[in-house]
């Protein structure tokens, strides 16, 4: 019976992975590749030329606050463009697949893209950082940096399951307006309110304020909470919570639907 058990799960597996291979497949040489570059090189480029001295505390900020919400959210759209296109997904009704994989796979590509994202954005930070650390008003440390990345893509990821439900449903025009709309709104006025802890899109901003001392708006907190690392877990505990939560709900409805 184990055996049995054991080869089934192996089975399962390889199945996905060819899902998500065959998606990798319908992603390359798209826009997708070049965005998940320029975009996290915009942001360093801007918060080095315009504020060298506070470095660190803007390029993550903005990257938080702004160019991330709009990445996670082009990243949905343009996974779910290929096959909107062909039928307006009719064809993978005609098709011998499993409709549940076929979505899972869209949302761990999707996830991979917004790794690279932030991989990147982290690795040209810390580069940046390294040649004007004398100049900076304040100091930050490479653990500082790395759990500040961590969190942050942890709460974004849960984005991912629901934009392509939204796109699913609405046009891109308004799944693009309401997660970056209320990415932005959510993220600047919830995060230091009592109310973060039922707010997901709060998540990420939340993270930046306990790690880096950096509030939603861009100014410094008074008294940075860095040390707490009991709220730092929590925020990391709901982000996968949410995550896991969105990927079967919406990984079960997507399938229903035709």
């Not at 949905?76 to 697949?97: E, F, R, T």
């Not at 991979?112 to 004398?134: E, Q, T």
């Not at 040390?227 to 399938?255: D, M, Q, R, V």
């Amino acid at each position: 019976m184990q055996k049995g058990n054991c080869l089934k799960l192996i089975v399962k597996g390889r199945k996905m992975i060819n899902y998500i291979k065959a998606e990798n497949m319908k992603q390359k040489r798209t826009f997708i590749i070049c965005m998940i570059i320029l975009a996290p090189v915009l942001c360093n480029g801007l918060a080095f030329v315009l504020m060298p001295g506070y470095f660190i505390s803007a390029t993550y900020n903005w990257w938080n606050t702004i160019i991330l919400p709009v990445v996670v959210t082009l990243v949905s759209v343009l996974i779910h463009q290929k096959d909107q296109k062909i039928l307006g997904y009719g064809a993978i009704d005609y098709l011998p697949i499993d409709k549940k994989k076929f979505w899972m796979a869209k949302i761990f590509v999707s996830m991979k893209y917004i790794v690279y994202a932030n991989g990147i954005h982290l690795i040209l930070s810390a580069l940046l950082y390294r040649l004007i650390k004398n100049y900076s008003e304040i100091n930050y440390n490479l653990k500082e940096l790395l759990m500040e990345t961590l969190i942050m893509l942890i709460g974004f990821l849960w984005q991912l399951p629901l934009c392509l439900l939204l796109l699913k449903k609405f046009a891109n025009g308004i799944t693009m307006l309401i997660n970056i709309v209320a990415g932005i709104i959510l993220s600047t006025f919830c995060s230091e309110g009592k109310i973060w802890t039922i707010c997901p899109y709060t998540y990420g901003a939340r993270g930046t304020m306990l790690v880096l001392g950096v509030r939603p708006n861009g100014l410094l907190t008074e008294n940075p909470f860095g040390n707490n690392a009991c709220e730092i877990l929590i925020c990391i505990c709901l982000s996968i919570i949410c995550g896991i939560t969105l990927i079967i709900f919406t990984t079960h409805i997507l399938s229903k639907v035709k």
